[in-house]
């Protein structure tokens, strides 16, 4: 029973377009966001995070959108680079539990 | 600063064999994490501690243990080695403070033949 997932297992995305990452978790305990980046041969890393309390939320070209309604989450990154190539993955968590549930990844490929 | 340091990178093992993949973090994270990751698929929540002296199962906790034993080390052992447990390991940690986030180390590829 998955409780974070991720549809679309790859996108391509030309350099300078924006590309568009999806997911989406069916536990409506879940109030804490992430995303993570991964590299081939390397550890995860963190990229950004939303609480429940928002909807938005920017660092930089990468941007969360929080829909809990839906629950839904997306990550806009503008403009894409060819360095952004990488798997993307999305974790939820409920406060105060500390268990964070990953979705399969989005492979994005930026191309220059 | 090291973070979090997994050992080894890579091993292959026969099956029935038992190794433990060994993980340390200088954080002073109280939180430590193992997922597994197989192909094409997300990760997997295996054990986690939320301190020194508790663990706790996750997702996929079979034909796996954990110890925690101090802060700083969150040894996993495989005991009677599967072809299933082929994988990549991640070791994890987190402050656990309410917007804490993971820290992971870089994996160990472990392949079971």
């Known amino acids: 029973d998955q409780q974070v997932k991720q549809n679309s297992p790859s996108l391509s995305v030309q350099e300078g377009r924006i590309s568009i990452l999806n997911c989406d978790y069916t536990?409506?305990?879940?109030?804490?966001f992430l995303w993570y980046k991964k590299y081939p041969a390397e550890g995860p890393t963190f990229l950004i995070s939303?609480?429940?309390?928002?909807d938005k939320n920017e660092d930089g070209r990468f941007t969360v959108f929080l829909n809990k309604s839906a629950k839904h989450l997306s990550l806009h990154i503008v403009p894409s680079q060819p360095g952004d190539s990488a798997v993307y993955f999305c974790?939820?968590?409920?406060?105060?539990?500390?268990?964070?549930?990953f979705g399969s990844g989005t492979k994005l490929n930026v191309k220059p | 600063n090291a973070g979090v340091t997994q050992t080894p990178k890579f091993r292959i093992l026969k099956i029935g064999q038992s190794m433990t993949l060994q993980c340390t973090q200088d954080m002073n994270h109280n939180y430590m994490y193992w997922y597994r990751q197989d192909p094409g698929m997300g990760l997997k929540l295996i054990y986690y501690?939320?301190?020194?002296?508790?663990?706790d199962k996750g997702e996929v906790p079979n034909g796996y243990n954990v110890s925690r034993s101090t802060t700083e080390d969150f040894p996993l052992r495989l005991e009677l080695a599967a072809p299933s447990q082929t994988s990549v390991y991640f070791c994890a940690s987190s402050p656990g403070t309410l917007d804490g986030e993971l820290f992971f180390g870089e994996g160990s590829r472990l392949t079971v033949l």
């Open positions: 939303i609480s429940s309390i928002k």
């Open positions: 974790a939820a968590r409920r406060y105060n539990f500390n268990k964070f549930y």
């Open positions: 501690s939320v301190g020194a002296g508790i663990t």
């Open positions: 536990n409506s305990m879940f109030d804490y």
